[in-house]
Structure formats: C-alpha cells, structure tokens
C-alpha cells in the first residue's frame, strides 16, 4: 500500500477523491467502480490515485484505516498513558460502535461482502479488528480482565448489529441507543473483572 496523504492541500485532496469514491460504491458498487470514475468525480487525475494508492484495493484500504483512525487515536494515546483503562473504555466504546455502524462503515463492509476474492474482507479485518481488538484486549489487560472477558465484552458491545447493519435490517442506532449498549457491555465488564 502507498497511502501517505499528509499535508493540509494533500489531506484535502484524499477528502475528496474518498467522498467521491464513497459515493460511487453506494451507486454502483465495487466492481462498477474505477480508479478513473473516482478520479473524475473528485477532479483529481488519474495519475494521482494510483500514485497515492497504488490501485483500487490500495485506495479502499485507506479508506478502512480512514474510517478507524478516530478508535485507534484514542486507544494509542490512552496506552501511552496510565489513563484508567475502564474510564478510557466508556469514552472509546461510543466511538468504536459509531464507526463500526455508520453509513461509511456498512458500506465498505457491503462492498467487502460482494468481492469474490475475499481482499477487501481481509482489508476490512486487517484495518479494523485485526488492529483494535489487541488494543483494546491490551488496555483490559490493565484493568484485570483476560481474553474470555474481552470477548464476552466485545460480544457484549457490538453483537449482531453490524451484520443486521449491513443486510438492512437495522437503521443507524440513535445516540442514545449507542450509550445504552456502552453502559450494558461495561457493566457486564466490571462483573467480570470483579469476580476474577
């Protein structure tokens, strides 16, 4: 992968070309996206885009890691501190569910069903559970919990509702909605950890 978008001007332009290319996969999915309709509908060169991200998988693995950077920020800063891991967990938890269930998210998870190849499912995995679970399994560590408890955690918080998300069974769930499954998984949390 050749993603390294980092000035303000460049920052701005990957803004665009990834809204763009949002857009067409909602309209006509993976395969009746190109490299060439993203550069066009975001004014950017085709050039651009293979420079930047090396082809269309490349481009969509930058928007996965895109899509978890707020998550992933939150748990490095929160282990390069002694920030109660509990406490950093009621502030993460919200935004983890938010990103795993907003439009973006179902849509990169519906374009990851339908590829036959399994990359961009492997794509989604590597940029996503693959890199916050053991964050996440790390700061629980601090607070006492072993593997078991971080997955009855993570059952816990996100269940069935991504796949409900993603088959349209399920609208985006309301702030309040997140809140209450965030309290309900950290409760079940701190019994666990409590009775270790």
């Known amino acids: 992968m050749r993603y390294f978008v980092r000035s303000d001007k460049k920052q701005a332009r990957h803004i665009a070309i990834t809204d763009a290319a949002y857009q067409l996969l909602a309209q006509y999915g993976y395969e009746g996206t190109s490299m060439l309709s993203i550069a066009k509908a975001a004014k950017a060169s085709n050039e651009t885009l293979y420079r930047w991200y090396g082809d269309k998988q490349g481009l969509f693995t930058a928007m996965v890691a895109d899509n978890a950077a707020a998550t992933q920020t939150a748990l490095t800063q929160a282990l390069k501190t002694d920030a109660p891991p509990l406490q950093t967990l009621e502030r993460v938890a919200p935004m983890l569910l938010e990103m795993l269930l907003g439009e973006r998210a179902i849509l990169l998870n519906r374009v990851a069903a339908a590829d036959p190849t399994g990359g961009l ?7 996503g559970r693959d890199t916050v679970l053991p964050m996440i399994s790390q700061l629980l560590e601090r607070a006492g919990a072993d593997r078991e408890a971080v997955e009855i955690y993570m059952a816990q918080l996100i269940g069935d509702q991504q796949i409900r998300r993603v088959i349209g069974v399920m609208n985006v769930p309301s702030a309040d909605l997140i809140k209450q499954r965030c309290a ?11 009775d270790a």
Do not use: P, Y
């Not at 499912?121 to 940029?127: E, H, P, Q, S, V």
């Not at 309900?184 to 409590?194: D, G």
């Open 121 to 127: 499912g492997r794509a989604i995995a590597a940029g």
């Open 184 to 194: 309900q998984a950290q409760r079940v949390l701190t019994l666990m950890i409590n």
